[in-house]
T-cell receptor, first 113, second 110 residues
Framework: NAGVMQNPRHLVRRRGQEARLRCSPMKGHSHVYWYRQLPEEGLKFMVYLQKENIIDESGMPKERFSAEFPKEGPSILRIQQVVRGDSAAYFC???????????FGQGTRLTVV | RKEVEQDPGPFNVPEGATVAFNCTYSNSASQSFFWYRQDCRKEPKLLMSVYSSGNEDGRFTAQLNRASQYISLLIRDSKLSDSATYLCVVKGRGANNLFFGTGTRLTVIP
């Protein structure tokens, strides 16, 4: 039973390019969370999705960031026109239900040059 | 006020020592509590859930004090491999996300 799978593990983008981060939840999990972690800082909530629905995007920056979790396929976190300040580790977590334990993927480390 | 507050440490303890971390949360309606462990540049890993009655898993004991709104983690007989950052995590009833503390850094010294 594979855990939460994120890819790519490392992503380098030039300023102004787009970054697409993918997350496949654990089997049987339909709740997905995205978190961002800056160096030496804690995890900051970005968005919570269930299949085909964005439930809470209160932690997402208003511009350039979007997320989806389609009926088929992984959840995608998309960052348009990346800037240096977007460099961070982006972690995805999944849970079976709303109150259950969440399990994290290995993260995608985005570097904007 | 932050949802979850932890002493960032660092805690430097010798092997075999007992160490305890506390964490406070601000929302009295919080329902679910967890401790996660995060190694440097790795993902957080669930260490244990924290139940109202407290729970123990080997050398690790977690307790919840709802009246004072804090949870604790006790590690007995510390091992070198326990060196990591320990994250206190809280979820409110119906809340859409897990609130993470900034973590307490533990280093176990030979």
């Amino acid at each position: 039973n594979a855990g939460v799978m994120q890819n790519p593990r490392h992503l380098v983008r030039r300023r102004g390019q787009e970054a697409r981060l993918r997350c496949s939840p654990m089997k049987g999990h339909s709740h997905v969370y995205w978190y961002r972690q800056l160096p030496e800082e804690g995890l900051k909530f970005m968005v919570y999705l269930q299949k085909e629905n964005i439930i809470d995007e209160s932690g997402m920056p208003k511009e350039r960031f979007s997320a989806e979790f389609p009926k088929e396929g992984p959840s995608i976190l998309r960052i348009q026109q990346v800037v240096r300040g977007d460099s961070a580790a982006y972690f995805c977590a999944s849970s079976r239900d709303r109150s259950g334990e969440a399990f994290f993927g290995q993260g995608t480390r985005l570097t904007v040059v | 006020r932050k949802e979850v507050e932890q002493d960032p440490g660092p805690f430097n303890v010798p092997e075999g020592a007992t160490v305890a971390f506390n964490c406070t949360y601000s929302n009295s309606a919080s329902q679910s509590f967890f401790w996660y462990r995060q190694d440097c540049r790795k993902e957080p890993k669930l260490l244990m859930s924290v139940y109202s009655s407290g729970n123990e898993d080997g050398r690790f004991t977690a307790q919840l004090n709802r009246a004072s709104q804090y949870i604790s983690l006790l590690i007995r007989d510390s091992k070198l491999s326990d060196s990591a950052t320990y994250l206190c995590v809280v979820k409110g009833r119906g809340a859409n996300n897990l609130f993470f503390g900034t973590g307490t850094r533990l280093t176990v010294i030979p």
